[in-house]
C-alpha cells in the first residue's frame, strides 16, 4: 500500500484565495484525521469523519474551513478565504476501525503558506 | 485540546547513550500511543500501551506507563543519529467527555543525537 497520499505537498497563495488540500487514505481504513501543524500551537486534530460521515468538528477554526468526505477513498479540507495565520503544514491520517485502539497513520503533510 | 505534556522540551544526547522522554495526562485514558516525526515528515506510529499495562518493548524502545501517576515514559536505548526527531505521546481519554476515536497530542520533545 502506498499509504497516505497527500497533495499537494506545498501550496503558496495569496490572503483572500481558496485553498483545497486533498487526501487519500488508506485502502480499508475507516477514520480519516485532518490535522494542523504550527509551532505555536503544536498540532491540533481539525476533524475526522468515520465511514464517510464528520463526528467531531471543533477543532475547525472558523467558517472559513470546511472539510468533505465524498467517498471512503477521498477527502478535501478547503480554506476560503485564506489568510496568512493558515499558513501551517496540514496533514491527513487514517485508522482502520475503532481509532481510540488503533494506529493513526499520517500522510507526509502539505505545506502552506498565505502571503 | 491538547492531552499530553512531553518533557524535556528539548533533549540533546550522544550516540549510544540512552535516551528518556516523559509524558504526563491529565485525564484517565484508554491507551497512550508514541509518534515519532522526522522533519519535514508526517508522524509515524511507534508504540501502543493499554491502560492496564505497565511496560512494553519494541526493539530499541521500551514504554511504561503509571496510571496513578497520569505519567509515562519512552527510553530509547543505544541512541543512534538516525533517532534525531520529534517524539510525540498521544492519549485516547477514556471520560464521558472525550470523543471516540481521537487523539490528544503533546507538543513533542525534540531529539538530537549527536555521532
Not at chain 1, 491540533?44 to 467531531?56: H, K, M, S
Not at chain 2, 492531552?3 to 522540551?9: C, I, L, M, S, V
Not at chain 2, 504526563?24 to 522533519?39: A, D, E, G, H, V
Request: hydrophobic residues 30%.
Amino acid at each position: 500500500d502506498a499509504g497516505v497520499i497527500q497533495s499537494p505537498r506545498h501550496e503558496v497563495t495569496e490572503m483572500g484565495q481558496e485553498v483545497t488540500l486533498r487526501c487519500k487514505p488508506i485502502s480499508g481504513h475507516d477514520y480519516l484525521f485532518w490535522y494542523r501543524q504550527t509551532m505555536m500551537r503544536g498540532l491540533e486534530l481539525l476533524i475526522y469523519f468515520n465511514n464517510n460521515v464528520p463526528i467531531d468538528d471543533s477543532g475547525m477554526p472558523e467558517d472559513r474551513f470546511s472539510a468533505k468526505m465524498p467517498n471512503a477513498s477521498f477527502s478535501t479540507l478547503k480554506i476560503q478565504p485564506s489568510e496568512p495565520r493558515d499558513s501551517a503544514v496540514y496533514f491527513c491520517a487514517s485508522s482502520p476501525g475503532l481509532a481510540g485502539d488503533k494506529e493513526q497513520y499520517f500522510g507526509p503533510g502539505t505545506r502552506l503558506t498565505v502571503t | 485540546s491538547q492531552q499530553g505534556e512531553e518533557d524535556p522540551q528539548a533533549l540533546s544526547i550522544q550516540e549510544g547513550e540512552n535516551a528518556t522522554m516523559n509524558c504526563s495526562y491529565k485525564t484517565s485514558i484508554n491507551n497512550l500511543q508514541w509518534y515519532r516525526q522526522n522533519s519535514g515528515r508526517g508522524l509515524v506510529h511507534l508504540i501502543l500501551i493499554r491502560s492496564n499495562e505497565r511496560e512494553k518493548h519494541s526493539g530499541r524502545l521500551r514504554v511504561t506507563l503509571d496510571t496513578s501517576k497520569k505519567s509515562s515514559s519512552l527510553l530509547i536505548t543505544a541512541s543512534r543519529a538516525a533517532d534525531t526527531a520529534s517524539y510525540f505521546c498521544a492519549t485516547v481519554r477514556a471520560d464521558r467527555g472525550s470523543t471516540l476515536g481521537r487523539l490528544y497530542f503533546g507538543r513533542g520533545t525534540q531529539l538530537t543525537v549527536w555521532p
